[in-house]
């Protein structure tokens, strides 16, 4: 099975989600409850400093926190710096403030529940001063004041809007609130407040500690002690969530979201995909029928991004194989021609060899033999002498005239011997041909018959054109037989030309078809084609008979073949007709 683009990158996308899905899911539950704890305290931290820094700043003015909050009473917001201060901590960060002042005044700062937090400050600081003494007396709880009745604190006490004024109210919180034998706050509490607290920070000033509310059943962070300025006490109170279980509802809203994103991602990822690998799909099957040399499939996208320049270089390469292939065939097509033409010429060259070496091997032998029979007085009589002479001049001759023929046809065949075309009438030339072959003509008995009009001019060579029509005349007399007659055919025909420039209209081109027929046997059909090559000869024994060398018709094929015409033969009821074709026009 073939996995596609398409496939491996929606996979791809759905664990990285999934990858992604379960770490947030993990850091959300080892680390975020960490995280917010930390960033809670540094909140604290931060509240604190800013207070300390507007309390060290009051108490270089040579002022209380007191006084300056009753200055700023009844003035704008934006007029009470140490008003916004406190206003600022509570509405952005939600932190509870109370202070005690040196002068043991209570400011209520951005409390709503100032009573229950001035009294959980003294308390704070009584078990601190409890702690710090290992159980001795210290004078009163907090401040100094006398704890009982609160007169203390009702005398030092301020009221405004925003900051409220508390009097010592442990009775009505669950803090038992009582005097010590030296009128110290004890603590016999309903609950302790400190008991399960957890501190998470500590200096020599304040602590910031996590404890829990049993009455809003809400977890706190609180930070408490001492202001720098050497005598201002503080609580400061924010609350804070069930961090764990919070962490258990984000990591369950978490994945569900997640679920559906990484439902609704794939299947965009797979869709914007399937468009995106569409192109590349293209290629890969124009690519599978170009690995089977079929170059007509081609990439017809206009993307003008990486796939579309990818999709034109293949058409460009598609186009380039196919003119190379091409070319290769082409070569390899002429390279097979060459080697059968390069066969050919080896078998002609050594079939030539053997020819020509069979032709020679007879006249050398008999000129050879006579010549010995001359050098040891075999013919002592000068009848005897005279022949075997004879014998040797006429076996000379024939070697003569077949070397002759093949120096000629080798001219013919090779281009060497230029056709030198003039004008001249076929008739007187083939009536001049037949008067010189009169005695020739009467020694065979044979009966000529020329059918030819009074004059029929063409354009060829006259020597080698009158050179084949006397190989014809002599063919014709070395196979006559039967009623021994000899015709020969001078006749004009029309056969199509070219068109003649612009002009569409094929003119009729005349020829002149000479054609020499002679009574006798039939040459065997499947010799037909075969006579016109060097040394063929249909019956060697009468060949041999009148000298012949099987050359004489090869020299006329390429006499006319350099004329750019034709010649044939063909067998006739009582003979063997051959001819020939010129040109009657220039």
């Not at 850091?27 to 400093?49: C, P, Q, R, T």
């Not at 120096?407 to 056709?419: A, I, P, V």
């Not at 020499?516 to 090559?533: A, H, Q, R």
């Not at 090869?554 to 006499?559: F, N, T």
Request: proline content about 2%; hydrophobic content about 40%; some cysteine.
């Amino acid at each position: 099975m073939k996995h596609s683009i398409r496939t491996r990158f929606t996979l791809i996308f759905i664990g990285i989600m999934a990858f992604i899905l379960f770490a947030m899911y993990g850091v959300n539950k080892y680390f975020l409850e960490d995280y917010y704890m930390s960033n809670k305290v540094e909140v604290l931290k931060g509240a604190y400093i800013t207070i300390d820094r507007l309390l060290l700043a009051i108490q270089r003015e040579g002022k209380s926190i007191t006084d300056v909050i009753a200055e700023e009473f009844g003035k704008n917001i934006e007029d009470s710096r140490t008003v916004a201060s406190f206003r600022e901590l509570n509405d952005k960060s939600n932190i509870n403030i109370v202070l005690i002042d040196s002068e043991g005044n209570e400011v209520i700062a951005a409390s709503r529940e100032g009573d229950f937090m001035a009294d959980k400050l003294r308390y704070y600081l009584s078990r601190s001063k409890d702690e710090g003494s290992n159980g001795e007396s210290n004078g009163t709880a907090g401040n100094g004041n006398e704890a009982g009745d609160g007169s203390g604190i009702e005398d030092n006490s301020i009221r405004f809007p925003f900051f409220y004024h508390l009097k010592n109210s442990f009775n009505n919180i669950g803090f038992s609130s009582g005097t010590a034998e030296n009128g110290r706050l004890l603590s016999d509490p309903v609950f302790d407040p400190l008991e399960n607290a957890e501190i998470i920070y500590q200096n020599d000033f304040y602590r910031i500690q996590r404890t829990f509310d049993r009455r809003s059943n809400t977890v706190y962070l609180e930070s408490w002690g001492y202001f720098t300025d050497g005598g201002t006490e503080f609580l400061m109170s924010m609350p804070v969530s069930l961090i764990h279980d919070s962490v258990g509802i984000t990591n369950k809203f978490l994945l569900i979201v997640g679920i559906i994103v990484l439902i609704l991602g794939s299947a965009i990822v797979y869709i914007t995909t399937g468009i995106i690998t569409r192109p590349i799909n293209r290629l890969a099957k124009i690519s599978e029928r170009m690995t089977a040399l079929d170059f007509e499939t081609k990439y017809e996208g206009n993307a003008k991004d990486e796939i579309g320049i990818l999709g034109h270089s293949m058409n460009t390469m598609s186009d380039r194989l196919e003119k190379t292939i091409a070319e290769l065939k082409t070569a390899n097509n002429k390279l097979l021609q060459d080697i059968d033409e390069k066969n050919k010429i080896d078998a002609m060259r050594k079939d030539f060899i053997a020819n020509v070496s069979h032709e020679l091997k007879t006249p050398i032998a008999l000129i050879q033999g006579y010549a010995e029979g001359l050098t040891e007085g075999m013919a002592e009589d000068a009848e005897s002498r005279d022949y075997y002479c004879n014998v040797i001049v006429d076996e000379a001759v024939k070697m003569n005239t077949m070397v002759k023929q093949l120096t000629s046809l080798n001219n013919l065949e090779f281009g060497d011997d230029k056709t030198e075309f003039v004008r001249f009438d076929i008739v007187e030339l083939i009536k001049s041909l037949l008067e010189n072959q009169k005695l020739v003509i009467k020694k065979k008995e044979a009966k000529i018959e020329l059918i030819a009009p009074e004059h029929a001019y063409v354009w060829a060579d006259e020597f080698k054109i009158e050179e084949v029509i006397t190989n014809y005349f002599t063919n014709a007399l070395n196979h006559l037989d039967g009623e021994r007659e000899i015709i020969i055919s001078v006749r004009e025909e029309k056969k199509p030309g070219e068109a003649d420039g612009d002009d569409e209209v094929l003119h009729e081109k005349r020829i002149i078809r000479v054609s020499v027929f002679n009574t006798g046997e039939n040459i065997p059909e499947e010799d037909l084609d075969k006579i016109w090559e060097k040394f063929y000869k249909v019956d060697k024994a009468r060949t041999r008979a009148y000298g012949g060398s099987g050359i004489g018709l090869s020299i006329v094929k390429a006499i006319i073949e350099s004329h750019n015409q034709t010649c044939s033969v063909k067998n006739k009821k009582n003979g063997v007709e051959f001819d020939f074709t010129l040109d009657a026009d220039k």
